[in-house]
């Protein structure tokens, strides 16, 4: 018999707080008090080490989006350096709210891992990067959550032997995820998150989902699939400048979001009698006793 955990549901802001942390702190507390979810995620990046010297200055793909000339400008100007995140966890912890975030490389790893957040995310664009993942397996005792957008399926196997052979497989949950921004329907391929059970369900701690769709009806089908972990992008405005907030829910639908989740783990449950209590009363009024 299927075993249908609670909902957990994260709220990614990443850089969708435009580099001011007075915007990142107001979606924190929506995130908590109107939509009432579990986590909030930022992004960390040292983009020197992330990117090369070419990528760093030259321009923005789209400048529509950009926050600086060159992209490296773009990049820093988002950025919160490892004191801000630090104010950012003690105002989750303020109003209890899980902090975390997700790491482009080791250095940011590092960063992040000395604030002890209670997970680590790593995107899809970094789960083959072994030297930051062996780093965190050594040092970083909390979950470590990895996403599997644009990875194949071997990929997907050698990362979880690494961490078997780490002893942290138990702390990995891992994502069904398709990488794009947002992504049509028919991309998000809702069926592998079976294959990721079957797979890996005994090995792993959970399976997850992160969705770059639209709308929070393919949410609920992923948890009903098993995926109780659900990520999505989150934004006060999706209008506002930048790449993720098309791709972003608004608050309102981030409540319902975490709203229907609920609903459906209540829901998801056998009957205990044939007849239950609620039942009775319309059975005395309206079963038909010619029968």
Request: hydrophobic share 35%.
């Amino acid at each position: 018999m299927t075993e249908f955990k609670k909902p957990y549901v994260i709220a990614e802001i990443g850089c969708n707080h435009k580099g001011d942390i007075a915007i990142a702190k107001e979606l924190i507390k929506i995130a908590k008090i109107f939509c009432n979810v579990d986590a909030v995620k930022f992004q960390k990046r040292n983009n020197k080490e992330l990117l090369t010297e070419a990528q760093y200055n030259a321009p923005h793909p789209n400048t529509n989006n950009s926050y600086g000339d060159t992209y490296g400008a773009h990049r820093e100007f988002l950025e919160f350096d490892v004191n801000q995140h630090q104010e950012l966890k003690d105002y989750c912890e303020e109003i209890d709210i899980v902090y975390a975030t997700s790491v482009w490389d080791t250095t940011s790893a590092k960063e992040i891992a000395s604030l002890n957040p209670e997970f680590i995310k790593i995107p899809s664009a970094c789960n083959n990067n072994y030297e930051m993942l062996g780093w965190l397996c050594a040092n970083y005792k909390g979950e470590i959550h990895i996403s599997t957008g644009m990875t194949t399926k071997d990929e997907t196997t050698d990362l979880v032997a690494f961490f078997v052979s780490k002893g942290r497989n138990k702390d990995l949950v891992l994502y069904n995820c398709t990488s794009g921004y947002p992504v049509p329907f028919e991309d998000v391929c809702l069926l592998d998150i079976n294959l990721l059970k079957q797979k890996y369900g005994d090995t792993v701690k959970h399976i997850g989902f992160s969705g770059h769709h639209l709308g929070i009806a393919v949410d609920v089908a992923a948890y009903t699939l098993g995926a109780n972990i659900i990520e999505r992008h989150y934004t006060i405005d999706r209008t506002w400048k930048g790449t993720d907030h098309a791709a972003s829910l608004e608050p309102m639908g981030l409540r319902k979001l975490a709203r229907d989740l609920n609903a459906v783990h209540s829901a998801l449950t056998f009957k205990l009698m044939d007849i239950l209590p609620i039942e009775q009363v319309q059975r005395d009024k309206l079963k038909n006793r010619k029968g």
